[in-house]
């Protein structure tokens, strides 16, 4: 069983492959397939890195772990990244996938496109730390999801992208290999 992982990882972050790691040891999985969107349907006019940088910052995240894969399925199909078409394009591929989200996306997941066939086709596996209380208003999504308690672990894509802008280390918020290609290719700097 594979897992799929979908963000803007902009950039990727250690609390996103901690907590990631933490679903794949809990469900089984044999692998999970982190995807960076091209544009995200809820963050639509949100500037974000260049998609190629996003790209080889999650390749270089996870270069020497073989349990988890990037794909830039996304990327390649370009505008508006929707989960129900992913979703589809790797049960083409592969036997049985289960879609994870953050808690924070349970409670508008359905404001999601085509939600409702979502939940048909795959299992929900819901992140959830012990600070999450967001409540979630629809049954129908809430009686799907199957929820992961996750460490938590208070580090922000925005956050480090605000440290980099103010000349401040991000030192263990990223991996060695993301920080390397974040300072060799000035992502995030005053002047990008």
């Not at 963050?43 to 996870?62: E, F, H, P, S």
């Not at 999601?112 to 999504?141: G, H």
């Not at 208070?154 to 103010?166: A, L």
């Amino acid at each position: 069983m594979i897992g799929i992982l979908g963000g803007t990882f902009d950039p990727i972050h250690t609390g996103h492959l901690i907590t990631a790691r933490v679903v794949l040891e809990t469900r089984g999985y044999e692998k999970i397939v982190l995807i960076p969107c091209s544009i995200s349907p809820h963050k639509q006019g949100v500037k974000t890195a260049d998609n190629y940088d996003r790209l080889n910052m999650v390749k270089a995240a996870i270069a020497n772990d073989a349990l988890f894969e990037v794909s830039d399925y996304e990327l390649m199909m370009g505008g508006i990244s929707y989960t129900i078409d992913t979703l589809k394009h790797f049960m083409d591929t592969y036997n049985k996938i289960e879609l994870i989200i953050g808690y924070d996306n349970l409670a508008k997941f359905d404001t999601w496109k085509n939600y409702k066939e979502i939940l048909d086709l795959t299992n929900l596996i819901v992140m959830k730390r012990s600070t999450d209380n967001i409540a979630v208003e629809n049954k129908t999504v809430l009686e799907k999801a199957i929820i992961v308690d996750t460490p938590t672990i208070e580090i922000s894509s925005s956050s480090i992208r605000e440290r980099i802008k103010n000349h401040l280390p991000i030192d263990n918020l990223v991996p060695d290999a993301v920080k390397k290609y974040i300072y060799d290719n000035g992502i995030y700097s005053d002047n990008n």
